[in-house]
């Protein structure tokens, strides 16, 4: 039962252009949700997050959405370049404040 | 620059054998989480310890799995006897214990049991 769900296992997108990352989540004890960058052979970084009293947060090109009543995220890279092309977990706290709990993560490729 | 180091970053073994990971959390940091990362369940939590104290590891496999913490700067992570189900990424984080915190990941150890 998987709980927080990435269906895209990829996605290709120009560089300058926006590259939208999409999470949804069945557990609505879920409160505070986060997106992790991986490079290949390193281990994932954080990246950005949104507490589920917000809708939506922003820290430079990345964006975070939150759709509570539809129990969806999204991030937003704008504008995308060849350097974020990396694996994007999204991951959710809830019911405890330590058990994180992740998607399978989308792969995102910039093209130059 | 305040890193989680892994060791050894990959393993071959052979079917039986001991493996032991080791990890090295950021200095200061009181919460350490060992995960599991497969193609088919993605990232799972394994274990996870506050101020070296096991918390939780429901997630590990209690019959060849164990999970201790020595010291503060150090994490230990053994399967014996390894089984080439146990082929993953295994990824070694740390905390500062301040609840939903930011969890920082090590390097990982690539293990293939043969």
């Known amino acids: 039962d998987q709980q927080v769900k990435q269906n895209s296992p990829s996605l290709s997108v120009q560089e300058g252009r926006i590259s939208i990352l999409n999470c949804d989540y069945t557990?609505?004890?879920?409160?505070?949700f986060l997106w992790y960058k991986k490079y290949p052979a390193e281990g994932p970084t954080f990246l950005i997050s949104?507490?589920?009293?917000?809708d939506k947060n922003e820290d430079g090109r990345f964006t975070v959405f939150l759709n509570k009543s539809a129990k969806h995220l999204s991030l937003h890279i704008v504008p995308s370049q060849p350097g974020d092309s990396a694996v994007y977990f999204c991951?959710?706290?809830?019911?405890?404040?330590?058990?994180?709990?992740f998607g399978k993560g989308t792969l995102l490729t910039v093209n130059p | 620059d305040a890193r989680v180091t892994q060791t050894p970053r990959d393993k071959v073994t052979e079917m039986g054998q001991e493996v032991t990971m080791r990890c090295q959390p950021i200095?200061?940091?009181?919460?350490v989480f060992w995960y599991r990362q497969t193609m088919m369940q993605g990232l799972e939590l394994l274990a996870y310890f506050r101020n070296r104290a096991p918390l939780d590891d429901s997630g590990m496999p209690k019959d060849r799995f164990s999970a201790e913490m020595p010291d503060a700067t150090l994490a230990t992570l053994k399967i014996q006897p390894s089984e080439p189900r146990d082929s993953a990424v295994y990824f070694c984080?740390?905390?500062?214990?301040?609840?939903?915190?930011?969890?920082?990941f090590g390097p990982g150890t690539r293990l293939l049991v043969l």
């Open positions: 949104i507490s589920s009293i917000k």
């Open positions: 557990n609505s004890m879920f409160d505070y």
């Open positions: 984080a740390s905390g500062t214990g301040t609840g939903q915190e930011t969890q920082y």
């Open positions: 200095l200061g940091h009181n919460t």
């Open positions: 991951a959710a706290f809830g019911g405890s404040n330590y058990k994180l709990t």
